[in-house]
Structure formats: structure tokens, C-alpha cells
């Protein structure tokens, strides 16, 4: 019924930039929440930013100064802005849509590496 897909994923050295996108499709007829979450074999899933209706943000301490989130003008997109990588941001994101139902996307790469 719902389809989230991330794209935008890659390989970057320290200091710079990428900008990850999910398009959300589907059964979908409003705004919902959408999410950024990432995940590592070392490290557990790790929640990164979220976006609700009107545009209301919310980030992870670990992530603030640096990633940005914003919606896309196509409906139920929205894309994770991220500067200044570190290698520690190196993980598998994921994108999420919540409908109170959480859907998930199955995540892009993205690496930190000189």
C-alpha cells in the first residue's frame, strides 16, 4: 500500500556533502511524520531527524549544526541535507513514513572515507 524509497546514498571523505532523498508512495492523502533513521553493524538504529506537518523538525543531538531535513515540493518527499560529514555518520539510512503504521524504506549507503 505504501512504498518509501531512499536514494542519494554514496561515498564521501570527511568534511563534505550529501544529500539523501525518500519519495514516499501510495495510500497516502496527507503530510505525515517522516524520518530519517540510520544503522551500522556496530552501532543499533540510530533515530537522525524528523519532519511533521507545517514543517516542524526535530534532530538528533549528534546531527544538529549539520544535517538539515526538508520536504520535497513533490508530495511525500524529502530529502536529508548532511554537511560536514564525519566518518562516524558512515551507516545504512533509512527513511520512514508514519501513518501510525510505520513504513520503512530499505535504506542507502553512505560512507565517510578519505
Known amino acids: 500500500q505504501v512504498q518509501v524509497v531512499e536514494s542519494g546514498g554514496g561515498l564521501v571523505q570527511p568534511g563534505g556533502s550529501l544529500r539523501l532523498s525518500c519519495a514516499a508512495s501510495?495510500?497516502?492523502?496527507?503530510?505525515?511524520?517522516m524520518a530519517w533513521y540510520r544503522q551500522t553493524p556496530e552501532r543499533p538504529r540510530e533515530w537522525v531527524a524528523t519532519?511533521?506537518?507545517?514543517?516542524?523538525?526535530n534532530y538528533a543531538d549528534f546531527v544538529k549544526a549539520r544535517f538539515t531535513i526538508s520536504r520535497g515540493s513533490a508530495k511525500n518527499t524529502v530529502y536529508l541535507q548532511m554537511d560536514n560529514l564525519k566518518p562516524d555518520d558512515a551507516a545504512d539510512y533509512y527513511c520512514?513514513?508514519?501513518?501510525?503504521?510505520?513504513?520503512w524504506g530499505k535504506g542507502t549507503l553512505v560512507s565517510v572515507s578519505e
Open positions: 501510495g495510500r497516502i492523502f496527507s503530510d505525515y511524520p
Open positions: 519532519i511533521r506537518s507545517g514543517g516542524i523538525t
Open positions: 520512514t513514513l508514519d501513518r501510525g503504521l510505520m513504513y
